[in-house]
Structures are given as C-alpha cells and as structure tokens.
T-cell receptor, first 117, second 115 residues
Framework: KQEVTQIPAALSVPEGENLVLNCSFT??????LQWFRQDPGKGLTSLLL?????REQTSGRLNASLDKSSGRSTLYIAASQPGDSATYLC????????????????FGKGTKLTVNP | KAGVTQTPRYLTKTRGQQVTLSCSPI?????VSWYQQTPGQGLQFLFE???????NKGNFPGRFSGRQFSNSRSEMNVSTLELGDSALYLC??????????????FGQGTRLTVV
C-alpha cells in the first residue's frame, strides 16, 4: 500500500529565505508526483508535475526534484515571500497494473509554511 | 479556460439527511475523482469516474456513492449523514485513463457541515 509522508508538518521562516520541503513515498511504482498548494479553506492549486522518468521540474521560484528509486521528492522555494504562506501537499499517482491507469492520487498530510515579513 | 467547478461551496445538513454535491470538470477532461479532506485524516480518495463508469473506489462505506453523466459532470451523494462526514469534499479533473501521467486540477471544494 502506497504511503506518502511529508516532513516537517509545519515550518516558519523569515522572508527572503530559501527553503526545502520534503516528501517521501513507500512504493516506487508511480506514474508521476505532483506538488500542490492549499490556502485555508480553499481547493488545491497545482504547482508542479514531475513524470516518473524525470528528475526535476522548475516554475519560477519553485523547483521540484524526484528520486524515484529512493522514494523521495523535494520542493525548493527560492527567496520566500509572505504570499507563499500556505500548506504544501505532495501526491503520487500509483502505477496500478491491474487497473490500466487509475486516476487515484495518494497524498501526504502536507507541510504548513509560514513566511514572516 | 474555465477551471473545475464545484457546487455548492458551503452546505449545512442535519444528521440522517442526505446530500448531493456536483462537479463540472475542465472542458475536454473526461476523468473525475473525488476526495474527502479532514484535519485528522488529510485527503482521502473516494472514487473516480470515466465515461460514466466508476473505475476505482476508496475505502468508504456504501453511504458514499457517485455517478458521472455523458457530459463528464459528476455528482457524489452521501446518505444518512453522520457528524463525522463533516469535511471539505474536493473534485479533481484529468484528461482520462490511459493518460494517467497528466496533471490533476482541483476545484475549490464543497465544505459540508453536519449538525
């Protein structure tokens, strides 16, 4: 059974700091890994999608890496801003052979980031 | 291009009642998945639909059900509501099976409160 863990559960940093959020998963049989951002009471906003064959993806100040063999991904945020304060979630798409491509996502419980001005 | 639309945004129901939530996926997306989010359990998979067929189901009681229409819009229904069903219900849209490596997009969710 695929399990996703995110450490730390909460992180508080001063504005301008570079930071790394961690995500680990137990089964390397995945199609892809996706990072999301969630603001309080809102839905999920997709940040980055990394295919299983890729090592990293970049979008603006965000960079996500994937090491499928070790079951790890990191989300690097450069020059953090107060507007980056939110909960960051990672999710994997398990490769379920018998189901011909399930759309199911397995989520970690997130890292709540606070960037202080 | 319109995103994923979920209605209603907020809902309050009494224990024992039933509720129906709606999700309209992004135009051209044919796969819809539903998730329940609670502070204690995080995001948990409910079920997924493609071409009006349920392809996968999470570990939830039979009180939770869903369906998908020919225009890809989906509804989920919860019968005999319990206090523990209070949660944020999120819907995700993807292009469809056979293309599981595509990005999932989520709606704003429906906040259900059971009193």
């Amino acid at each position: 059974k695929q399990e996703v863990t995110q450490i730390p559960a909460a992180l508080s940093v001063p504005e301008g700091e570079n930071l790394v959020l961690n995500c680990s998963f137990t089964d390397s049989a995945i199609y892809n890994l996706q990072w999301f951002r969630q603001d309080p009471g809102k839905g999920l906003t997709s940040l980055l999608l990394i295919q299983s064959s890729q090592r990293e993806q970049t979008s603006g100040r965000l960079n996500a890496s994937l090491d499928k063999s070790s079951g790890r991904s990191t989300l690097y945020i450069a020059a953090s801003q107060p507007g980056d304060s939110a909960t960051y979630l990672c999710a994997v798409s398990p490769r379920i052979i018998t189901q011909g491509g399930s759309e199911k996502l397995v989520f970690g419980k997130g890292t709540k980031l606070t960037v202080n001005p | 291009k319109a995103g994923v639309t979920q209605t209603p945004r907020y809902l309050t129901k009494t224990r024992g009642q039933q509720v129906t939530l709606s999700c309209s996926p992004i135009s051209g997306h044919r796969s819809v998945s539903w998730y329940q989010q609670t502070p204690g359990q995080g995001l948990q998979f409910l079920f997924e639909y493609f071409s009006e067929t349920q392809r996968n189901k999470g570990n939830f009681p039979g009180r939770f059900s869903g369906r998908q229409f020919s225009n890809s819009r989906s509804e989920m229904n919860v019968s005999t509501l319990e206090l523990g069903d209070s949660a944020l219900y999120l819907c995700a849209s993807r292009r469809g099976p056979g293309q599981p490596n595509t990005e999932a997009f989520f709606g704003q969710g429906t906040r259900l409160t059971v009193v």
